[in-house]
């Protein structure tokens, strides 16, 4: 395979951001959701650096999102059609100057919104990219990657039957090889508890650098994914890259146990969710006291970036946060 995906920091020409657009979704939450969104756009746009295209979902979320970003600069206004802002997932995954297309069946089967299966091809034709479709089913949250073919996943979400029926590694590999030129392949296990997305690895493990993949770290005697957190840490010290290198593991301080909005037990808050932008590093925060040390252990390992924290919490209640929301254009 001739090409790779890029590591997200690398150079952009935009970032896509999916505004939240649709009131029968999120309901009592969409305006503080809204003003989430546009805080984020506002922070990429600023000291992140980035050319910003914000996505609308239909003419009320439009109006929104030119009420609250109309004449930001580096913010531009796109009109497009979507179920919901999960655009990591939807989008395309861009490579060599192309957009990568990938089935979506709603995270297998849970969410299956009008429009969303035809997000990726709205992207690439307002980008001008070449579309390069692919027939199996594949979320950008899913794979995390180093820029030298190195692909991060985890096993829970990639070889769910509910994706990709009887795919076993070796089929998983083979189909990551041949459309992301995927070298080699890390698997861990379980994501977050509670994480529709059967276990995305953007919640859960993510390449800051060639060879380091930062991971959290328990807060808490009640944080729920203490175990999946230390699997986690302890397969990738095992690991090496695809070219030989050791993985190195650096540990950020989890948000603990989050509560969810109906006392029904946490919810998948993860401050690894954060966005990687051209001068900046955005990370999503939750009111939390652990908020505050996970932006300090970002800062130290994006010295050459400003580290940004913001709140994410009525985004959450939607399942997600500020790196599902968006998919970052290479330069």
């Known amino acids: 395979m001739s090409f790779v995906v890029p590591p997200e920091w690398a150079p952009h020409r935009a970032m896509w951001l999916g505004f939240p657009s649709h009131a029968d979704l999120w309901q ?5 959701a809204q003003a ?16 910003v295209r914000v996505m609308t979902g239909h003419p009320g979320g439009e109006a929104a999102a030119r009420e609250l970003l109309g004449g930001v600069p580096g913010v531009e206004l796109v009109q497009g059609r979507f179920g919901d802002i999960w655009l990591r997932d939807t989008g395309p995954i861009f490579a060599n100057g192309r957009a990568l297309a990938f089935r979506f069946n709603g995270w297998g089967g849970k969410y299956a919104l009008e429009h969303d299966d035809t997000v ?76 529709h997305t059967d276990g995305h690895v953007d919640n859960l493990a993510r390449f800051v650098a060639p060879a380091t993949v930062a991971v959290p770290v328990a807060w808490g005697k009640a944080d729920p994914n203490a175990e999946a957190y230390d699997d986690a840490a302890r397969r990738l010290a095992g690991m090496t890259d ?5 993985i190195r ?18 919810v998948p808050a993860s401050h690894m969710n954060f966005v990687i932008a051209n001068k900046a590093v955005v990370a999503p ?13 970002l800062k130290a390992i994006f010295p050459d970036r400003e580290v940004v924290g913001l709140p994410s919490r009525a985004i959450l209640t939607g399942g997600g946060s500020f790196h599902c929301i968006t998919q970052q254009e290479p330069a």
């Open 28 to 32: 009592d939450d969409l305006p503080v």
């Open 120 to 195: 990726a091809h709205q992207i690439a034709e307002i980008t001008g990219a070449p579309l390069v479709s692919h027939d199996f089913v594949l979320e950008g949250g899913a794979v995390d990657h180093d820029g030298a073919g190195t692909v991060l996943t985890t096993d829970q979400c990639l070889l769910n039957p509910n994706r990709n029926p009887g795919w076993t590694v070796a089929d998983a590999e083979d189909a990551l090889r041949h459309s992301l030129g995927a070298r080699k392949v890390l698997w861990l296990g379980e994501g977050l508890r509670n994480d």
């Open 249 to 266: 593991v650096v540990r950020i301080p989890s948000p603990g146990w989050v509560e969810g909005p109906d006392q029904d037990g946490p």
């Open 242 to 246: 695809a070219e030989g290198r050791p």
């Open 285 to 297: 925060v939750y009111g939390d006291e652990p908020g505050r040390f996970a932006i300090e252990a």
């Open 36 to 51: 989430e969104v546009a805080a984020l756009a506002r922070a990429l746009a600023g000291p992140g650096g980035e050319h």
